[in-house]
């Protein structure tokens, strides 16, 4: 049933009568289709590399003085809010300044003097640079065979729990400090790999020879504080309630809009604007962001999610937004309008060499300017809007639909070619369209092929008293444990490409063709043949160097290596997962006052620590796509160490591991903790093992929880009632 429903996606079709079911069972079929699954297993394959990213960062919050240098171009501009950001994007924030980068599973909050780039991103991979500066990562849902990784310049540092984590770089570059609130952490750096677990503090020192000492969690300063209130206003967003659980923006539509029950689209929201005639798509700019090509950046606070996901329609005397299935995960896409265009695109000279769009309206196909593969161009579309039939959008493909709801004159908005290129915002240059004029211009689906200028990259404020990181800062290379890819090229290679190619975006391997910038900082490997990743104890002695010492394996850790005898031995054996801390060290003299202040916040239980059992997660229904339930993303499998990557043969290959890999910790399982044991007397600690024959019990298990504390009360009396699922990709 598996083949038939991988067959019947690819197709678009599904099998539904009793005769077609029988004919499945016949051998041929079966090796007919189990053929076509392969073909399209290697076609995927193909296709991931080929289509661009289905996720940006959003830059949802930039106060004070914070800098923008898009990758390739050697020079910094003002970072407006709702900016997209990809790789190759980095950013700086000035004295006072601080920034927020929203992923949807996952965010960045950047305090002052903080120096970030994201070496790469797209769907599996977040990797970041933190090169000076404070950096809160909070990441809400790790999926199977997904990275979070921060590279700071003596260690790297991977995410492998779900969780909150702060890390910080002085201004030399010489010394990071680890705080883990709640979640787990591997740190790597000269062939080592350190695990740093749930409410522990870490400070390490030196770039040559790594040395660390335990430190305190503390309280929460300012920056803890806000980035609290930031988290505790999405757990509170009633909008979660009619949106996908992972949608970039979702907080910012509660207190500027109302959501309202539409008869035909399902729940729709609407903003509340003081701008008379305002419509969508109008005020803002646009701008050049690879390898999208032509990216609407919105004015308003709220202006993101309902700008690169959903649909739009004119409703009830009042524009609204259509969000896409509410189950599905959601795909960015760089602007989601109609064209029209001037006698060099097929239209009558009346409109002259102005460009013009519209906001598409509900299951109106998106049609990408840039090159994707058939199945990116499924779920973009899927994903964004309710389709009743999915092979319409290979149909439209390449094509004008009949009939775009929104193309009239009060929803077209028009501008020069120098304003639509030079980045400058559209309400203080729009033309008036009469029907007219409409009439006689040409419509398409994508955008037109006009190459960018450096402007458009940067906007209208490039270089405009814009602080900038200092050199040395801007210079320091950092450490890295996944392999990243190839630097972005300079935007004047990009330009050259681009208008060989008409002027259309080029596709992903195209760009990673042209030749990297020299201006982008250099990121070294760790060594490989580091040994297996072991806890830290809670109170090392100050300047303890890193160095890996023997553990003696614990009950439960020599029940894990037994359940798991099955699996082939990597190049550094099979692992156990980690102890707790108590495990791992005795308790020392004085360890009570030194004790460290947790700062979790109030009611909220302690979470397991790294590689302990956990309890299960709930089932995952019926139909329902792996790891999406209800809306919510759930754990339904163990996360796929990275490890089980391919092993990277040179630094060519972007997201694979450093070679040769450590074996990585397997993340936790969905499991039940185990019952504790009953009391025994404590004994004398001694330094010498226990005997091999003796099998102690294990210690009595931490606290656990299976689920996140409940949200503050909602503003609204009850939750809607669930999208209807049959409209999302099976």
């Not at 591997?186 to 790999?193: K, Y």
């Not at 063709?513 to 982008?520: E, G, I, N, Q, Y």
């Amino acid at each position: 049933m598996r083949v038939k429903a991988v067959v019947d996606y690819v197709l678009g079709r599904e099998f539904e009568t009793n005769s077609m079911r029988r004919s499945l069972k016949s051998a041929p079929v079966r090796i007919a289709l189990a053929a076509a699954v392969l073909i399209v297993g290697c076609a995927n394959a193909w296709a991931q590399d080929e289509d661009p990213p289905t996720r940006a960062g959003r830059l949802s919050v930039a106060d004070g003085g914070v800098s923008l240098e898009p990758a390739g171009v050697s020079d910094w501009t003002a970072a407006g809010i709702n900016r997209p950001l990809t790789s190759g994007d980095r950013l700086w924030t000035d004295q006072n300044s601080r920034a927020e980068v929203d992923l949807g599973a996952a965010v960045m909050r950047l305090g002052p003097l903080t120096g970030f780039a994201f070496i790469n991103l797209d769907d599996n991979i977040a990797q970041m640079q933190l090169s000076a500066g404070t950096l809160i990562v909070r990441v809400r849902a790790l999926q199977a065979n997904q990275i979070y990784e921060v590279d700071t310049p003596n260690l790297a540092v991977t995410l492998v729990q779900p969780g909150e984590y702060r890390l910080e770089v002085d201004q030399t570059g010489a010394a990071t400090w680890v705080r883990v609130t709640e979640g787990a952490a591997e740190v790597s750096a000269g062939g080592q790999t350190l695990v740093v677990n749930d409410q522990q503090a870490v400070h390490f020192s030196g770039t040559q020879a790594l040395t660390y000492e335990s430190v305190p969690v503390g309280g929460p300063d300012e920056l803890d504080a806000w980035s609290g209130a930031r988290e505790r206003g999405l757990e509170d967003s009633s909008s979660r309630e009619y949106v996908a659980e992972d949608l970039p923006g979702t907080q910012d539509l509660d207190d500027n809009g109302r959501w309202e029950s539409a008869p035909e689209y399902g729940y729709v929201w609407v903003p509340t604007v003081t701008v008379v005639g305002w419509v969508p798509y109008r005020y803002g700019h646009w701008c050049w962001v690879a390898p999208w090509g032509w990216t609407w950046v919105d004015d308003t606070r709220w202006g993101y999610a309902p700008f690169h996901y959903g649909r739009w329609v004119h409703w009830n005397n009042s524009w609204a937004w259509v969000p896409g299935p509410r189950r599905a995960r959601p795909v960015y896409a760089p602007a989601l309008v109609g064209w029209v265009h001037g006698p060099g695109y097929g239209g009558s000279d009346a409109f002259g060499s102005n460009v013009g769009w519209f906001p598409l309206g509900p299951r109106e196909v998106y049609e990408a300017p840039y090159r994707v593969s058939p199945g990116y161009a499924r779920r973009v579309n899927l994903s964004n809007t309710q389709i009743i039939n999915p092979n319409v959008i290979t149909a439209t493909s390449g094509g004008t639909p009949h009939r775009y709801v929104n193309n009239n004159g009060a929803a077209v908005t028009s501008v020069t070619e120098d304003v639509f290129v030079s980045g400058l915002r559209v309400g203080a240059h729009t033309l008036r369209v009469t029907p007219a004029i409409l009439a006689g211009a040409a419509v398409a689906a994508t955008a037109p092929a006009i190459a960018p200028v450096r402007q458009s990259v940067l906007g209208p404020s490039a270089g405009r008293g814009v602080a900038r990181t200092p050199p040395p800062v801007a210079n320091r290379p950092v450490l890295a444990f996944t392999v990243p890819p190839r630097a972005p090229a300079s935007f004047e290679r990009q330009l050259e490409a681009v208008q060989a190619n008409g002027g259309r975006p080029l596709a992903r391997p195209d760009l990673a063709r042209l030749p990297a910038s020299a201006a982008a900082p250099s990121v070294r490997l760790v060594a490989g043949g580091a040994a297996a990743p072991r806890p830290l104890p809670l109170h090392a002695p100050p300047g303890t160097p890193a160095a890996p010492t023997p553990v003696e394996p614990s009950f439960a850790e020599r029940a894990h290596s037994l359940q798991n005898s099955q699996l082939p031995s990597s190049t550094r054996g099979s692992y156990a997962p980690a102890p707790t801390v108590a495990e791992s060290a005795p308790a020392a003299p004085g360890a009570a006052e030194l004790a460290p202040r947790s700062d979790r916040p109030a009611g909220v239980p302690p979470s397991a620590p790294y590689g302990s059992q956990r309890n299960p997660q709930p089932a995952q229904p019926s139909g329902e796509s792996p790891g999406v339930a209800g809306g919510t993303l759930y754990h339904s499998q163990p996360i796929a160490p990275p490890a089980a990557r391919a092993p990277a043969a040179s630094a060519s290959e972007p997201g694979s591991r450093a070679a040769p890999p450590p074996e990585r910790l397997p993340h936790y399982r969905a499991q039940v903790a185990p019952p504790a044991a009953p009391p025994v007397p404590a004994a004398p600690h001694t330094s010498a093992p226990p005997p091999a024959s003796s099998v102690q019990a294990p210690p009595a298990a931490p606290p656990v929880h299976g689920s996140p504390p409940p949200s503050a009360p909602q503003t609204h009396s009850a939750p809607p009632p669930a999208r209807d699922s049959t409209s999302r990709p099976q």
